[in-house]
Protein backbone atom coordinates (compact mmCIF):
# COMPACT_ATOMS: atom_id res chain seq x y z
CA UNK A 1 0.00 0.00 0.00
CA UNK A 2 1.50 3.28 -0.81
CA UNK A 3 0.16 6.63 0.68
CA UNK A 4 1.68 10.12 -0.63
CA UNK A 5 1.85 13.76 -0.61
CA UNK A 6 3.42 16.13 -2.28
CA UNK A 7 6.51 15.78 -0.94
CA UNK A 8 7.50 12.27 -0.56
CA UNK A 9 6.05 8.88 -0.84
CA UNK A 10 6.27 7.19 2.27
CA UNK A 11 5.74 2.90 1.89
CA UNK A 12 3.17 1.95 4.06
CA UNK A 13 2.21 -1.89 5.91
CA UNK A 14 -0.61 -3.16 6.17
CA UNK A 15 -0.27 -4.98 9.87
CA UNK A 16 -2.93 -8.10 9.52
CA UNK A 17 -4.88 -9.81 6.78
CA UNK A 18 -7.69 -9.52 9.20
CA UNK A 19 -8.57 -6.52 10.72
CA UNK A 20 -9.67 -6.86 14.35
CA UNK A 21 -13.50 -6.58 14.96
CA UNK A 22 -14.41 -4.05 18.13
CA UNK A 23 -17.38 -5.05 20.54
CA UNK A 24 -20.85 -4.68 20.37
CA UNK A 25 -20.83 -2.07 23.09
CA UNK A 26 -17.72 -0.53 21.40
CA UNK A 27 -19.42 -0.34 18.05
CA UNK A 28 -22.17 1.01 18.89
CA UNK A 29 -20.77 3.99 20.93
CA UNK A 30 -18.68 5.04 17.72
CA UNK A 31 -21.71 4.85 15.90
CA UNK A 32 -23.57 7.03 17.95
CA UNK A 33 -20.74 9.75 18.20
CA UNK A 34 -20.61 9.50 14.06
CA UNK A 35 -24.44 10.07 14.12
CA UNK A 36 -23.75 13.12 16.37
CA UNK A 37 -20.72 14.47 14.46
CA UNK A 38 -22.38 14.08 11.29
CA UNK A 39 -25.68 15.55 12.60
CA UNK A 40 -23.45 18.69 13.48
CA UNK A 41 -22.29 19.44 9.97
CA UNK A 42 -26.05 18.69 8.63
CA UNK A 43 -25.05 15.57 7.07
CA UNK A 44 -26.35 11.86 7.28
CA UNK A 45 -23.55 9.34 7.72
CA UNK A 46 -23.51 6.44 5.39
CA UNK A 47 -23.96 3.17 5.80
CA UNK A 48 -20.64 1.65 4.57
CA UNK A 49 -18.81 4.37 7.00
CA UNK A 50 -21.25 3.48 9.56
CA UNK A 51 -20.44 -0.13 8.91
CA UNK A 52 -16.32 0.40 8.97
CA UNK A 53 -16.63 1.48 12.26
CA UNK A 54 -16.55 -2.13 13.51
CA UNK A 55 -12.86 -2.66 12.86
CA UNK A 56 -9.45 -0.85 13.91
CA UNK A 57 -6.87 0.15 11.77
CA UNK A 58 -3.39 0.34 11.92
CA UNK A 59 -1.79 2.06 9.55
CA UNK A 60 2.54 1.99 10.30
CA UNK A 61 6.01 2.04 8.29
CA UNK A 62 7.35 -0.47 10.19
CA UNK A 63 7.94 -3.98 8.13
CA UNK A 64 5.70 -6.65 9.36
CA UNK A 65 9.30 -8.66 10.25
CA UNK A 66 9.64 -6.02 12.92
CA UNK A 67 6.62 -5.54 14.48
CA UNK A 68 3.82 -7.73 14.40
CA UNK A 69 0.00 -7.06 14.68
CA UNK A 70 -0.42 -7.35 18.24
CA UNK A 71 2.63 -5.69 18.78
CA UNK A 72 1.66 -2.57 16.58
CA UNK A 73 -1.81 -2.14 18.40
CA UNK A 74 0.04 -2.21 22.23
CA UNK A 75 3.05 0.29 20.35
CA UNK A 76 -0.35 2.69 19.51
CA UNK A 77 -1.79 2.33 22.91
CA UNK A 78 1.64 2.89 25.08
CA UNK A 79 2.03 6.24 22.02
CA UNK A 80 -1.46 7.28 23.25
CA UNK A 81 -0.63 7.30 26.52
CA UNK A 82 2.55 9.14 26.26
CA UNK A 83 0.57 11.81 24.22
CA UNK A 84 -1.98 12.58 26.53
CA UNK A 85 0.83 12.53 29.37
CA UNK A 86 2.47 15.62 27.70
CA UNK A 87 -1.07 16.58 27.08
CA UNK A 88 -1.65 16.54 30.61
CA UNK A 89 1.56 17.96 31.62
CA UNK A 90 1.40 20.86 29.05
CA UNK A 91 -1.62 21.92 30.20
CA UNK A 92 -0.97 22.21 34.16
CA UNK A 93 2.37 22.45 34.44
CA UNK A 94 2.52 25.20 31.59
CA UNK A 95 5.62 23.95 30.04
CA UNK A 96 5.15 25.39 26.87
CA UNK A 97 5.49 28.44 28.52
CA UNK A 98 8.48 30.23 28.55
CA UNK A 99 8.96 33.54 30.45
CA UNK A 100 12.25 36.22 30.32
CA UNK A 101 14.69 36.94 27.38
CA UNK A 102 18.10 36.38 29.15
CA UNK A 103 19.82 33.15 27.82
CA UNK A 104 20.11 31.34 31.18
CA UNK A 105 17.04 32.04 31.77
CA UNK A 106 15.72 30.62 28.77
CA UNK A 107 18.40 27.57 29.13
CA UNK A 108 17.06 27.26 33.49
CA UNK A 109 13.24 27.29 32.66
CA UNK A 110 12.84 24.09 30.94
CA UNK A 111 14.68 22.08 33.50
CA UNK A 112 12.83 23.84 36.28
CA UNK A 113 9.51 22.60 35.02
CA UNK A 114 10.75 19.17 34.24
CA UNK A 115 11.90 18.38 37.68
CA UNK A 116 8.86 19.39 38.90
CA UNK A 117 6.79 17.57 36.78
CA UNK A 118 8.80 14.70 37.23
CA UNK A 119 8.11 15.41 40.84
CA UNK A 120 4.55 15.34 40.85
CA UNK A 121 4.81 12.71 38.66
CA UNK A 122 6.33 10.57 41.66
CA UNK A 123 4.21 12.50 44.32
CA UNK A 124 1.27 11.34 42.07
CA UNK A 125 2.20 7.82 41.42
CA UNK A 126 3.00 7.03 45.35
CA UNK A 127 -0.46 8.32 46.37
CA UNK A 128 -2.50 6.58 43.82
CA UNK A 129 -0.63 3.21 45.04
CA UNK A 130 -1.05 4.29 48.62
CA UNK A 131 -5.00 5.08 47.54
CA UNK A 132 -4.79 1.42 45.81
CA UNK A 133 -3.33 -0.37 48.68
CA UNK A 134 -5.74 1.68 51.43
CA UNK A 135 -8.52 0.38 49.44
CA UNK A 136 -7.53 -2.91 49.00
CA UNK A 137 -7.15 -3.31 52.81
CA UNK A 138 -10.33 -2.07 53.73
CA UNK A 139 -12.47 -4.32 51.01
CA UNK A 140 -14.64 -1.52 49.44
CA UNK A 141 -16.67 -3.36 46.48
Known amino acids: MRQGNL ?3 TELNKVSPEFPEFPDEVVSERRRKAHISARKKGRQPSSEYLNWLRFGFYVTN ?3 KIWEAEVVGTVYRLRWQ ?9 SLMNIHILRGTRKERVECFPYGR ?5 VATMIRGLASW ?3 NYLKKSKFP
Open 7 to 9: RKK
Open 130 to 132: YAF
Open 82 to 90: IELTFRNWK
Open 62 to 64: VPE
Open 114 to 118: LISVV
